[in-house]
Each structure stands twice: as structure tokens, then as C-alpha cells.
């Protein structure tokens, strides 16, 4: 008999105005690492809340400019958004940063 062990899913970690969208700073997702990918894991991001699709993607659904999607504390550029997950994959997302 063969068991087969699913992961209980990814989680999220939200900064700033976009945890407040959110209604939380951590998001957990239901996708299976090892069969998903970062982009997955982010469109299930957005189906958990969905206020945060239109803060974080302009109307083509590419990723806004200076929002930074990051596994593992290394900022993603939009091709790495296809790279499969692992398991103990850390995700976080920040909204743009201004300074003055």
C-alpha cells in the first residue's frame, strides 16, 4: 500500500498595505508543493483575496511595477513566477515603497 503524504499547502507572508487588503499579514493557500508553481501559489493567493489581484497586477495581469514577489527572501522576476515549489519554499509579497 502506498500513502501518499500532501502538503498542507503554502503560505503567504503580506507587508504592509497589502495585509491590510488582505485582512491578515499571513495568507495560507491550498496548493501542492512539488506540483505547483510561485505563479500558482499566487493566483491562489488572489482567490483567497481577491481584493489583492487589482493591487498587485495591472489589467493584462502582469505584475504591477516595483510590486516584488520574493520565495525565500530573493526577489522573483516575472520568468521565475514558473519555477516549481518546494515544500519548505518561505513567499512573501510587498506592495511598492516609496521614500522621500
Given at each position: 500500500?502506498?500513502?501518499?503524504t500532501?502538503?498542507p499547502g503554502?503560505?503567504?507572508?503580506l507587508?504592509?498595505d497589502l495585509?491590510?487588503?488582505a ?7 491550498d496548493?501542492d508543493?512539488?506540483?505547483?508553481t ?11 483575496a481577491?481584493?489583492l489581484?487589482?493591487r ?7 505584475l504591477r511595477d ?8 530573493e526577489?522573483?522576476?516575472a520568468?521565475?513566477?514558473d519555477?516549481?515549489?518546494a ?8 506592495p511598492p515603497?516609496?521614500?522621500?
Amino acid at each position: 500500500m502506498v500513502v501518499r503524504t500532501r502538503h498542507p499547502g503554502m503560505q503567504w507572508t503580506l507587508f504592509a498595505d497589502l495585509a491590510d487588503v488582505a485582512g491578515d499579514r499571513e495568507v495560507a493557500v491550498d496548493v501542492d508543493a512539488g506540483d505547483a508553481t510561485v505563479r500558482d501559489a499566487l493566483d491562489a493567493l488572489f482567490a483567497a483575496a481577491p481584493g489583492l489581484e487589482d493591487r498587485v497586477c495591472d489589467d493584462a495581469g502582469t505584475l504591477r511595477d516595483h510590486v516584488n514577489v520574493l520565495r525565500n527572501g530573493e526577489t522573483l522576476d516575472a520568468e521565475d513566477l514558473d519555477d516549481p515549489l518546494a515544500a519548505d519554499d518561505e513567499l512573501a509579497l510587498f506592495p511598492p515603497v516609496s521614500g522621500g
